[in-house]
């Protein structure tokens, strides 16, 4: 039985993740930091089949100690400090998890066991200012945000590392992925949740910021499948996943209202609080090299994925749950 390391495991994508790789039989190991408070909500229909251990990207030694113990066959490094808004107030700290953090583990690997394979995170937010439209492979990146440079940190000291010391080490270049397990601090779970809020009655406003922002949003359940292709290849190397359709925020809230029978324009006011101080107006991503190379394709529409988003928090709210 294969095991595999995720960090990152309490997040909307580790948990994805896990759910799939127990699927596929592996061992599952989940890093989780150190918190006050309790917060493995998103994986706790699973708890009892998977190992969590404690750990921290910003602390070397706890990723060493990890990988010596649990011998993984594959790290995932889904960990990060991935709001984009919080990068601008934490530009240091976001540099030291999201960028500093991606040496660390490779390091360990390097140090335990060079023949571990290796998946990074990265991001459509490397494409920022786009020089190119749609953005695959090759598009030259230029980040808009410390999020976005720290990426460009964590992604080329992939491709360095694989160079460097002949690792195994993967790059997907994911462009937006959502779910009901989003946080509720993204755009998309924003709206969804704020949506449903307001058909059952409870509120009667949602505060936004740029409404012309287009993304390429896909599903997380579709995207954490091509995170695994990509380490069962005999060589590592590079992919963008995307769906290569783009959407703007204000498309999503026409569908996401629309679905409630309601009209955004009736309850969504401009606050300037949620403005960027540079922003990344248009992303779409072209996965051929994945579908031709990986065998991989979205199965989720934007309508059906808005949809899909919508429900779960109306169900949620209507059975007494707590959003989280
Ligand atoms: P997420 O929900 O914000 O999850 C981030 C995870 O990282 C959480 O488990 C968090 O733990 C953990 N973490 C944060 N700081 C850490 C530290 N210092 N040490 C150890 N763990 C730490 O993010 P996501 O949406 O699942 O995204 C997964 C990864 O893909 C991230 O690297 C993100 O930047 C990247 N990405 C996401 C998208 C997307 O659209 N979702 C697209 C491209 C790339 P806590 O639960 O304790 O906070
Ligand atoms: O913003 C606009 C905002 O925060 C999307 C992360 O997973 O995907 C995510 O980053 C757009 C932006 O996601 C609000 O200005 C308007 O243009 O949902 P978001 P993001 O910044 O695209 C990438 C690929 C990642 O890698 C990141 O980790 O929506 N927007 N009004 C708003 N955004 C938020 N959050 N809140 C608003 O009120």
Redesign the pocket.
Known sequence: MPTALI????????SYLADFLLGKGYNVVG???R?STV?FHRVQHIQDKITLVP????DQISLIHILEEYKPDEVY???????VQTSWNQPVFTGD??GL?VTRVLDAIRIVDPKIRFYQ?????MFGKVVEVPQRETTPFYPRSP?GVA?VYGHWITINYRESYDLHATSGI?????SPR??LEFVTRKITYHVAQIKLGLINELSLGNLDARRDWGF?GDYVQAMWLMLQQEKPDDYVVATGETHSVEEFLTEAFGYVNLDWRDYVKQDPRFMRPAEVDLLVGDPSKAGRKLGWEPSVTFSELVKMMVKADLDMLRNGQVAM
């Open positions: 960090t990152g495991i309490t997040g909307q994508d580790g890093m989780v930091r918190t917060n750990g921290d990207l910003g490094n889904l960990a990060a400090q991935s709001f998890v999201t953090g995170a990265s991001s459509s937010e999020y990426k994911l462009f937006n992925h959502e989003r946080g997380a």
